[in-house]
């Protein structure tokens, strides 16, 4: 986009010729189409310095565009430049640019300030005024330098004095070698080239100062003559001071040495500088003194602009960059020694050449409309606005009525076609000057959109989006936005519409992504543009690189894992210390890590993985250190030496990383264990020394490890060989203990000395011994080279005292501490004594007995042991033969002791034992104890056996152990019925001789729970539970249970079954399928349907549907029913037919399998005997007869006679709807307290019967809704519910009692 085409101002008449109103177009620059008429715009000129090598061409830029294309012409310092008739000047086709050749010519014929102009019929445009300058490297001026001769510590200055070049040259000191000469704070190269001393040391004496210029254009170096320098001290120098006066100039400013400093330059207390705006101040200030001062700056009543200042030389320049004017201000450099300070103020003041506020920009007005060409500069002093027209100043241009010049400003009003020029604004002042071209073109175009169509614009979730409409027209186009082509979008908290055209949304979210459409609109016509814009997500790392720390050869894996937009390709990169990962098959780089095999020092770094994509990127870095163990330390020495101490001295060796933690010194005594290496002691892993503590008749030799986290070092190089003087024991044996191996010996046992404690040749022991609390002497006797003595002839289990002293060739240990033992033991002579046994229970006894006296035992005791085991049942007659015996200890000093595990109602023998560690004494009298009774195990099985309609047998064994004597066994049983309900519990109490019961009166195709144990006087025993059911009295098939899984513990007894209602039951969730056997029939009326069902699914469904036919299921609710009559159906049609159960709690549906039913078609007649005569008469003759009848019946009635059908009703009522009664072993007990109400759950019929094949062949058919559930097991869950329903049932009145069946299904 060219950044100079704008629509500024128009004027828009209004209220009168007298009143306009100015309307700004504050806009970005507009792209001028080529293919529109437009005056020139200059697109490339040369700088307007132009310092050109001698040896090359010269080139003079100078482009441009345009409609039609311009053309180009010259003027040299202000006339016109003939191009045509240089023959060594070419001016490029197409172009202004001059080429100009300079080879075999004089260049400086060609010096001087052009100016190129583009002209075309719309208008001329001209370029900045180009000075043309040769660079020039003039020869250094021939000049004797003298010698120097100067005191040290003075200061001093050697000169350059370049020649002045075009551009300047660069300065540099050397010496004859092209040595660079070092600079630092003492000697420094001013900004003018000269070389400072701020004090010269007899080191500065050479005779080769030489100063090279270096001319950039040219890369020529020239150089000046060497100086020679020479510092003599005082001495020297009043030895010398009269020959050399005579040949040299002397310097001797300060001879007594040190001293304050001063400044060199600038000199005196203050200086001024003078810098323009934008450029660099450099300010300067070099001391002397010794010793040498150091410098520092500051700007007074303000800060130094840290973001724009640097220090060089030392910091003897101070550089700001980009100057402006609130740089002006007075800055003090301090030079400080410690002989004192001084202060030297430079007065900066900014000036400013002329810069742009706001330069004049092109103008495209449509005809009749109004603009205004701005020209707003600054600089210090003020610049001067000149206006020029197509090159010419604008007071010689031709007059026009329709431009008003103001100053910095044009105004243009009501503007005609062919009015279009190139008007320039120059504004300059003694600092230099600026030039603007800005082109009025007057067009009427209809809009265009010049950014390209169906663009894809790609940013990053958050980040701002850019959705460009470049637009040209004239007048310049309105721009609306438009999301989806629907969503029109305004200015707003999440958009901006810039002034170009540019859409911008703030913080882009994925639901920005779309298409985006904009439409430029003026009085001349309408264009669109479609653009698309796609949201992606951040590129994040989310597990970074973590800082690592890895021993010399292992590996070193960085992780690095990454999200990013699925739809954008990542690439990613490792990097080591800013650069490219070394070329090294060692590193490998996977999708995700980085892994650096046998890791080496060089490996060491920074580690950056950075994953890019087309749009961002994340990076994360992580550091490698490189450990090893340390080196071993060298130059062990030792220092100090006394005969029981040295200091022992080293040099560390490299850590490798990992900081020593510690020094291990160890030792050889080269004398008693050659070879072998001992642990003394270690120090910090700071110290190179440490005090070592030594012993006696030693031949040392040392030697160090280091140790860091990695390990230790290997060991040092051993020190030299360090003996010891021998001397007596520091010390007697250790471990001295006396214990006796016969009942009458004691053997005093030790560990010896080492050699290394011997401290001396000749070592022996000296073995003492006494009978404690004797007061007798002490018997002695010295012995070597063993760890024993044996003392005999001694009473068993004696106390001694007992103590043993080392000795050698110079001496006895120490005084040897006193040690207790004890002569050996024999067998115990007593048994124990008056042995009693408590019983507590049935099993467990307690034991007392009387201890045996300590002589007796003779040893140490050890405890008692109780030996016992069962001699018989006491139901028993005879001695069980295979009792193991059992024997418990009890330690110490004991008289009682508890038995348990005891098995009840039984005869126990028991005695016992003293024991020591020579083993056990005599027994005890035999004891024996009786158990009491206690409660009978479980019987050996329980077993169920011909199970009928309504019985069955149980058969069981006795307990194994009955603990005592039988008192009986207690039956307890319930019925579960098939929704898993627990129903009452009933308790038989059977003899102790009974093992088998026949249970009667029980419900058919029920299952029942057994629970059964045995009991003695002291209460029943564990419980064996058994499950069976009773024999089914149809073909149905009770869905099965799992014999063996209901409840596991027994329900607490109950009170006998009375005419109550039975306690609630407990449900489980349901076992096997949830439908049998399923059963058709059909008649012309429709289909009838019966079912089996044991599920608790409260919605059930008769489904069916033509057979082959697409359409859905026609369903009929018949919730708890077993049967259904579906009518309606077309006769001679086949259905399919099911039954289905659902629950909205369960997501499972349960289904029959599907039947085939077919309605019969009627049979068609061939004769209507409706229309027969015969047929007619014989109606009306039946007709008149019933009416005869019913004449006759109603006169009977109203006699009062009953009515004969009735009465045979009362005398034969069906059996099957008779109530069961108590006697007959029925359910006619659990009938609900009130007569006229059925049982909850029960369904009678209206005609007050059941009907078997539907009633009676399933326990659930008139459950409460089926609820009830099996578990998995078979053990029920769940309670019974005794609500009462409601007196009427379907509409009939019922005053009988509830079916026998009903009943029965109402409780289990």
Sequence with gaps: MDPTTERNMKWVPGF???????????????????????????????????????RENIVIHCEAKGKPNPSFSWTRNGTHFDVEKDSKVLMKPGSGTLVIDISGEKAEAYEGTYQCTAHNEHGTAVSNNIVIRQSRSPLWSKERNEAITVQMGVSLVLQCRPPAGLPPPVIFWMDNNFQKLQLDQRVSQALNGDLYFSNVLREDTRSDYICYARFPHTQTIQQKQPISVTVLDMETMNETVAALYNITEFYSDSPEGVRRPGFMMPLGPTSTKMVLRGETLELECIAEGLPTPEMSWQKDGGELPSSRTSFENFKKTLKISDVNEADGGNYRCTAANNLGTVHHIIKVTVKA????????????????????????????????????????PIENAPEDHTRKVDDDTVILSNVQSGSSAVYQCNASNEFGYLMANAFVSVLAEAPRVLTPPNQVYQVITNNPALLHCSSFGSPIPTITWFKDSQISIKNGDLYVIHENGTLEIHVAQSLNSGKYTCIATNNLGIKENHVFLEVKESTRILKQPEYKVVQRGMSAVFECKVKHDPSLVPTMTWLKDSGELPDDERFEVDTDSLTVKHVTDEDEGTYTCIMNTTLDHDSASAMLTVVEKPDPPTDLELTDQTDRSVQLSWIPGDDHNSPTEKFLIQYEDLLHQPGLWINLTDVGGTSTTAQLNLSPFVYYSFRVLAQNPVGYSSPSQPSRQYRTNPAAPDENPSDVRGVGTESDNLVISWTPLTGFQSNGPGLEYKVLWRQKDMDGDWLSKNVANVSHFVVTGIPTFVPFEIKVQAMNDYGSGPEPEVFIGHSGEDLPLSAPESVQVMVHNSTLAEVHWEPVSFPSVRGKLQGYKVYYHRERGLHETEKMMDEEEQVLTFSGNRSEGRLPGLQPYSLYKLFIRVINSKGEGPQSPSKTFETPEGVPGPPSFLKVLNPSLDSLTLEWGPPMNNNGRLAGYTL?????????????????????????????????????????????????????????????DTAHTQPPVDKGKGPTEPPHPTSPITQSLPPPFHKAPPVGPAFGTVNTSVSEDGAAISWEYFGHHKNVFVEYIVENSKEDWKKELVNSSHSHMIKGLKPGTSYRVRVVARDPADPTVHSTDEVLVTVPAVPSRQVDIATQGWFIGLMCAIALLILVLLIV????????????????EDAHQDPEIQPMKEDDG?????????????????????????????SDDSLVDYGEGGDGQFNEDGSFIGQYSGKKEKDTHEGNESSEAPSPVNAMNSFV
């Design 1226 to 1254: 029925t359910f006619g007990e659990y009938s609900d307290t009130e007569d006229h109400k059925p049982l909850k759950g029960s369904r009678t019929p209206s005609n007050g019967t059941v009907r078997r094949d539907e």
């Design 353 to 392: 050449a002329p810069f742009w506020v706001s330069a004049p920009r092109n103008l495209v007005l449509a005809p009749n409309e109004t603009g205004i060409l701005t020209c707003r500069v600054s600089g210090e002093p003020k610049p001067k606005i000149s206006w020029f027209v197509n090159g010419v």
């Design 972 to 1032: 307890k049983y319930q019925p579960v019925n098939t929704t898993n309900e627990l129903g009452p519990v009933k308790v038989m109490t059977l003899m102790a001789n009974e093992t088998t019961i026949t249970l009667s009166n029980l419900n058919s195709s029920m299952l029942y729970k057994f629970y059964l144990s045995a009991k003695t006087i002291k209460g029943s025993g564990p419980i064996i539970t058994e499950e069976a059911f009773t024999v089914m």
């Design 16 to 54: 009168g010729a007298m009143l306009l109103v100015l309307l700004s177009h504050v806009t970005s620059a507009l792209e001028v189409p080529l293919d529109l008429p437009q005056p020139p715009t200059i697109t490339l000129q040369s700088p307007k310095d132009y310092i050109f090598d001698p």
């Design 1193 to 1208: 019946c109603f006169i009977k009635r109203n006699k009062g006679g009953k009515y004969p059908v009735k009465e045979k």
